[in-house]
């Protein structure tokens, strides 16, 4: 006998799309692929490239199903979801359409396989599609295995390939496949489709529930689902935001913001009893510490940007909550505590003494309130030039204008007395050169004819000693030489 409870399937599996149209969020790939389909111009490969449960296997799914789809003769860029085609494949017992899970599979042995079965013809569909999850997981032999196949393979055959991390495929795969890099899902889209779907399920859930439902889905709405799924078997069909965090292990906001007014008034007894509450309750120190992590960082937004709702993902009361905290910090203040909180999760990690690595933290957050940067420092001045004592120093600095005037007039008679001495100083260098240089030259004509005296009775001197001359002298006793001619 088989129970109700066997026939439970998990929201996000329930609510999985079968249409393009139904895809949340990711609008510039599904217009892209109806497109192709239109056109005729559907690729041999494609990669579709994002984070965990924002619709990559089930995009690769529709579009099996667009292709197959028995509701026209060719491909349809909208799957009827009725055929039985469009039935097989939802359900997954379309044997044309093959899903390998990468991670398991990714030896060059299941690759060969692969590419064997290649040749074989559809049985059912117009095509035979491989859906390859995980991709990056295969190894370097299984993609090379799988180049020449996927480059050109039979008319008959498409890969759509599914990965979190493109960078570990090799350049020769990317290059023979067309990419579509899908977006982390926006928060109010999550929101929508949570509330939605809680509609559908008959489930009362109050708008904070929601909200925190969406914030642990963290852009995938798989995990979104994940979640909704759990708080509905714990509390039936009424959901209360207690309930959600009492689930998720989380730490209600109103404790950040009793903290975080805790720090900003010094109170550093409030605080601690903050801190020694959450430890007493059970609460996680390093989920306690990445909830205050992420209110800092939300205050830091609100601090510094004018919209700060298209950043934050919090509800419109809770933004205002934020705004009126940011207007308590500087923002230098916000960078020195949130530095303080990101240097603390490793050092959680290493240690057991878990309750004093929170308080000192706390203590240095509250010390962080007295950092002051230099365009206070500067502000401050300012105003205290600006301030009631600015009017004396006003006249003060008049008082001295006018001193610094009547010394100006004395110094402009000092310079002109100064410019004439200057002038007569000019002068008497200029004659005292004049001077000098008439007694030097005076003084070198002398010498030279002075020289010039010596050197003609050096001359006569001298011509005594010529044996003609000493002849002279002897035959005519008492004659002298008088002159001699060079």
């Not at 963290?218 to 714990?234: E, K, N, P, Y």
């Not at 962080?368 to 420092?377: E, L, P, Y």
């Not at 008439?438 to 003609?456: R, W």
Request: glycine content about 6%; hydrophobic content about 35%; overall charge negative.
């Amino acid at each position: 006998m088989k129970s109700d409870n066997q026939g439970y399937t998990v929201l996000a599996r329930k609510y999985r799309p079968q249409t393009f149209e139904e895809v949340v969020g990711q609008k510039h790939v599904t217009e892209t692929l109806q497109n192709a389909i239109r056109q005729k111009r559907v690729g041999q490969g494609y990669l579709f490239i994002g984070t965990r449960g924002v619709g990559k296997t089930t995009i690769a799914r529709i579009l099996a199903k667009a292709l197959n789809c028995l509701s026209g003769d060719e491909p349809v860029p909208v799957p009827c979801c009725a055929c039985e085609n469009c039935n097989s494949i939802s359900d997954g017992s379309f044997l044309d359409v093959i899903e390998i899970d990468g991670a398991s599979n990714r030896g060059i042995e299941e690759i060969r396989r692969l590419r064997d079965s290649v040749a074989i013809a559809p049985v059912s569909g117009r095509f035979k599609i491989y859906i390859i999850d995980e991709v990056h997981m295969l190894t370097r032999e299984a993609f090379n295995a799988l180049l020449k196949t996927l480059e050109e393979p039979p008319p008959h055959v498409k890969f759509f390939f599914a990965t979190t991390e493109p960078h570990k495929i090799p350049a020769t795969i990317l290059s023979r496949v067309q990419k579509f890099e899908l977006k982390r899902i926006n928060w109010n889209d999550l929101l929508s489709y949570v509330e939605k779907i809680a509609k559908n399920e008959k489930v009362k859930i109050d708008k904070a529930a929601i909200t925190v439902v969406a914030k642990a889905g963290s852009g995938s709405v798989r995990d979104a689902l994940s979640v909704l799924d759990q708080v509905i078997a714990l509390s039936g069909d009424k959901v209360s935001e207690d309930v959600v965090i009492g689930l998720l292990g989380w730490t209600d906001q109103e404790v950040f913001v009793n903290l975080n007014n805790a720090i900003v008034g010094q109170e550093v007894e409030k605080a601690l009893d903050v801190v020694r509450r959450v430890i007493e309750k059970g609460s996680d120190p390093e989920q306690f510490i990445l909830g205050m992590l992420q209110f800092l960082r939300n205050v830091m937004v609100a601090n510094s940007v004018t919209n700060p709702e298209t950043i934050i993902e919090e509800s419109p009361e809770f933004i205002d909550l934020l705004k009126k905290a940011a207007k308590n910090y500087s923002f230098e203040q916000l960078i020195y505590s949130i530095d303080i909180l990101m240097e603390l999760i490793p050092r959680l990690e290493a240690t057991e003494a878990k309750q004093t690595a929170l308080e000192l933290a706390v203590m240095k957050l509250i010390h962080a309130r007295k950092k002051v940067s230099i365009d206070d420092i500067f502000a401050r001045l300012e105003s205290l030039e600006n301030g009631p004592q600015a009017e004396g120093r006003e006249q003060r600095t008049e008082d001295r204008g006018q001193k610094t005037e009547d010394k100006g007039q004395k110094a402009e008679g000092r310079e002109q007395r100064a410019e004439e001495e200057k002038k007569e100083s000019i002068k008497e260098s200029i004659e005292k050169f004049k001077n000098d240089i008439k007694s030097e030259t005076e003084s070198k004509k002398e010498k030279k004819e002075k020289k010039q005296e010596v050197s003609k009775e050096e001359l006569i001197e001298k011509s005594k000693e010529d044996p003609g001359v000493k002849t002279a002298l002897e035959l005519f006793p008492g004659s002298e030489v008088v002159d001699v001619v060079e």
